[in-house]
Every structure is written in C-alpha cells, then in structure tokens.
C-alpha cells in the first residue's frame, strides 16, 4: 500500500514556473513506476509524465515535453514535475500517481494506475 500527497501548487503567472511534490509512504515505493495526470475543470484527465521505478526511463505527453521534467528521489520517497513556462491552458489540478506492474515502459492511461494522491491545483493566469 502506498499513499501520495502532492504539494507545491498554487497560482503563478504565464511564463512562470512551479514545481509539484509527490510524497509518498509505504515501503514498496521505490519499486513503483511514477505519474503526473492532470485534469482541468470540464475536461478528462490527461496524461502528462511518468518515470519508471529506477527512475531510467522517462515518457512525456508529446505537447509538454520540452516544458516539463519529471524526476524522482527513491531515498526520499518523493517524484517531482518541474513545470516551465507555465500557459494559462496549463491550469488544473495536478495528480501524482502510482503503478504497481513494473512494466517495460511506465503507461500513460490512468486506468493503469493504483494509487493517487488528494491533487494540487495550479493557476495560470494571463
């Protein structure tokens, strides 16, 4: 059993940048591969960067990369997203989530993943 709590959301302007923590609890963590969702008001929720349980292999969403970096500190518990740049259409809130199946390669559907966090919101405005 794992359990996440995100933090470090919070209202910045575009072009700005914020980084999200991920702490988790539970001895089996490090063995997990690692998620960013996000999901904005109306819309579903959307994939956004994922980390394998070394840490290795990184998969992005195709329209962030470049923009955001996921990372993860195994000894501390804790994945990250360096979010830069920051678009107002970037606005939602922000979900770290685990997956128990060591995969080749961390997925990218949410039905895929077993533990979330409670959420951080982030605020970009204009």
């Known amino acids: 059993q794992v359990q996440l709590v995100e933090s470090g959301g919070g209202l910045v302007q575009a072009g700005g940048s914020l980084r999200l923590s991920c702490a988790a609890s539970?001895?089996?963590?490090?063995?997990?591969?690692m998620a960013w969702f996000r999901q904005a008001p109306g819309k579903e929720r959307e994939f956004v960067a994922a980390i394998s349980w070394i840490g290795e292999t990184t998969v992005y969403s195709d329209s962030l990369k470049g923009r955001f970096t996921i990372s993860r500190h195994n000894a501390n518990k804790t994945a990250y997203l360096q979010m830069n740049s920051l678009k107002p259409e970037d606005t939602a809130v922000y979900y770290c989530?685990?997956?128990?199946?060591?995969?080749?390669?961390?997925?990218?559907?949410?039905?895929?993943?077993?533990?979330w966090g409670q959420g951080t919101q982030v605020t970009v405005s204009s």
């Open positions: 539970g001895r089996t963590y490090s063995t997990y591969h």
């Open positions: 989530a685990a997956d128990r199946l060591r995969s080749s390669r961390p997925r990218t559907n949410p039905v895929s993943y077993d533990y």
